[in-house]
């Protein structure tokens, strides 16, 4: 396979036959980690021989998702259709185990407990943490743990003490400030409770011994703003890597997931350009150019690095497991019980507490409860109840209105973050506030550290989305456009024209054939942006279709700008990669909008944006020049059209 670390932990060859007594056959097995489910990284598990062989017992582990099982997801790629063996037909016992981020408790892999006290043998805790790609992955660590038994104790207790062995796999991931991609980054200052998600990322592979990170492009080749930007395809650069890796105090990095396009000379060139980077690094720091901290390679099929596996830490180094009695940096376990559960799966079921008071709920519980392991749904109203269920539950998620009975929503949130100890500081909390709450409102949800801030009219999909991803820990890839600065008086303007679900006229179809024409694209729209809707003036391509809900809406950004508002990628834009209409029918991947504009209901001598001419495709692409000032003709033909409204 061309991604997870595939072997683990294999059993040793059957012993031989001793007094004709027939020994147990000899299990073999392992452990496989899938970053994600991405085919270039999945397509080796069809061929890897032994999931085949009943001999042998695998676990494997990969994101889960929020609507398949990773069992599901693997299995599709061994369709009918595309190969001609089933994921079932494996003939090894083949446990599939789906992952969230969990950086602190993770999970276990274990060999089997020694009795030689002189001979421990080995615990791997393995730790995961969400990446910044086009889908859902993982990053992993793993720290290695020695596991000593007790001779006092006649071998019913051992203890695990961490040793200085670690190693993290990071592929398939691109800094969230893209403009790191060129260097600039700043370690966290540990004064500050918080930090950005860069710093959160380097935190996760802090001092470990191997960093394995993906560093395809060159910051040359990444180019933000470019014809030819890798922006946005989910792969970091050599710059940003190798000073990461050096603010992260790794002793060794390996450059890996390398552009299959380069020849050997050009990753010759490569290496030493990273190795370069990290001598600059060293004299910027005040160090020795001739004793550089970090080693840098590139990662090579066949190559070997071997770490000595007894190097112990400091005696006070803190243990690992809140749950076990602890002396000295070692935790005492009892050899007869399960020591490596999946820590990073809750089995338990998750609870998301929704504080409505103006908010209808029952949409949204409805979509909740409807889901595969549906979290348990509590509805309240008043400050007080809301508080003692918070107190006594730790709900995973909590939503609410800014309005409540006894207090506002921030108020409460105020209370959760200061007064609930760690829970109350890490909780994900989301409040729908009313539109007339502006810039204030925004600072404050800010400085309470909330999840998100859903000011205006929402649809119930949006919000079931933001409390899945919320659940699962994810960054959610579809932003609501937030309101026009005059959104009242645009509103007005709108409703003034008299176009609001009125019967189609040739007079805009006429203008939408066309430009569905001339752009050789499947969809063609006039679309007007109402309080909570988007509503069809004119529809080429979506049949049936009249309209969507405004947060669903490209055009409710594209309004808010003067001029073209042009997506070439929707997957690789982080205000609609999530969006339904992107993942679901019509499958939107190019889209292109003209603001429409109206004079307006209060001063005619303004204008106000009432929606778009908008096409639509469902493949990338983008608009020359000359074809973004034609879709501007056409525009422009549409406003005249309603200038011949309003002298009728």
């Known amino acids: 396979m061309s991604d997870g670390l595939d072997e683990v932990k294999v059993g040793e060859k059957e012993e031989p036959k001793r007094n004709n007594v027939k020994p147990t056959p000899q299990k073999f097995g392992g452990t496989i980690l899938l970053t994600h489910t991405h085919w270039d990284h999945i397509q080796g598990l069809p061929f890897f021989v032994p999931l085949y062989l009943p001999q042998f017992e695998w676990t494997i582990y990969g994101p889960r998702g929020i609507a398949k099982s990773l069992q599901e997801i693997l299995s599709g790629q061994m369709q009918h259709d595309y190969f001609p063996v089933r994921l079932g037909d494996m003939a090894s016992k083949t446990k599939y185990q789906g992952l969230c981020e969990d950086m602190e408790k993770g999970f276990w892999l274990d060999n089997d407990s020694s009795t030689d006290c002189d001979h421990p043998t080995s615990s791997i805790k393995v730790t995961s943490k ?54 600039g980054f700043t370690p966290r200052d540990p004064r500050k409770p918080n930090c950005t998600a860069d710093q959160y990322h380097v935190q996760f592979f802090e001092d470990v011994d191997i960093l394995v990170h993906d560093c395809q492009y060159l910051f040359s080749e990444y180019a933000p703003g470019s014809p030819t930007s890798k922006e946005y395809w989910g792969h970091s650069t050599v710059e940003y890597v190798v000073e990461v890796a050096f603010h992260a105090n790794v002793k060794q990095l390996l450059l890996f997931h390398h552009d299959p396009q380069r020849s050997d000379d050009q990753m010759d060139d ?72 999946p820590r990073s799966v809750n089995t338990g ?169 001339m752009f050789k694209v499947p969809i063609s729209l006039v679309s007007l942006v109402d309080e909570d809707r988007q509503w069809f003036k004119s529809n080429q391509g979506l049949a049936g279709a009249t309209e969507t809900p405004r947060d669903y809406a490209f055009c409710s950004h594209a309004i808010l700008t003067d001029e073209i508002m042009v997506v070439p990628d929707a ?30 209901c209060e001063d005619g001598s303004n204008k106000m944006p009432i929606g778009t001419l908008c096409v639509i495709d469902s493949k990338p692409r983008d608009l020359s020049e000359d074809e973004r000032r034609a879709l501007k003709d056409f525009g422009a033909m549409i406003e005249q059209e309603l200038e011949v409204s309003n002298d009728r």
Request: hydrophobic share 35%.
């Open 130 to 183: 969400y990446l910044n790609h086009s889908v859902l992955t993982l990053g992993y660590k793993l720290e290695e743990f020695a596991q000593i038994p007790l001779p006092s104790s006649s071998n019913q207790l051992f203890r695990r003490k961490k040793r200085g062995v670690s190693m993290a796999y990071i592929t398939d991931h691109e800094p969230f400030d893209h403009a790191l991609a060129n260097g």
């Open 270 to 341: 490569l290496l030493i350009y990273a190795r370069e980077l990290a001598v600059k690094l060293e004299e910027k720091c005040g160090g020795d150019k001739e004793s550089v901290r970090l080693k840098v390679d590139a990662a090579k099929e066949g190559d070997t690095y071997d770490l000595d596996p007894y190097v112990f830490l400091d005696e006070n180094d803190v243990s690992i497991d809140g749950d076990v009695s602890e002396s000295n940096g070692e935790s005492i376990h009892h050899a007869n019980d399960d020591v490596s559960p």
């Open 349 to 517: 079921q998750q609870c998301v507490l929704l504080g409505f008071y103006e908010s209808a709920s029952g949409p949204i519980r409805d979509m909740l409860e409807s889901t595969d392991n549906s979290p348990k749904v509590e509805v309240l109203q008043s400050r007080d109840e809301l508080l003692h269920f918070a107190e006594q539950n730790h709900p995973s998620v909590i939503v609410l209105d800014n309005v409540l009975f006894g207090c506002t929503g921030f108020e409460f949130c105020k209370v959760i973050r200061t007064e609930m100890g760690e829970w109350g500081k890490n909780v994900p909390m989301l409040v729908i506030a009313c539109p007339g709450e502006g810039q204030r409102a925004r600072l404050t949800a800010e400085r309470l550290n909330l999840d998100d801030f859903i000011q205006g009219p929402y649809s119930p999909s949006y919000l079931f989305t933001r409390i899945q991803v919320s659940l699962l820990r994810m960054p959610l890839r579809w932003r609501r456009a937030p309101l026009a600065e005059n959104e009242s008086e645009r509103l007005a303007t709108l409703q003034s024209t008299g176009l609001l679900d009125s019967l189609p006229e040739e007079r805009f179809d006429r203008i939408t054939r066309l430009a569905k024409a």
């Open 571 to 600: 997957l690789q834009d982080e205000r609609f990669a999530d969006n339904p209409l992107v993942e679901g029918s019509p499958n939107i991947r190019f889209y292109a909008g003209c603001p429409i504009k109206a004079p307006s």
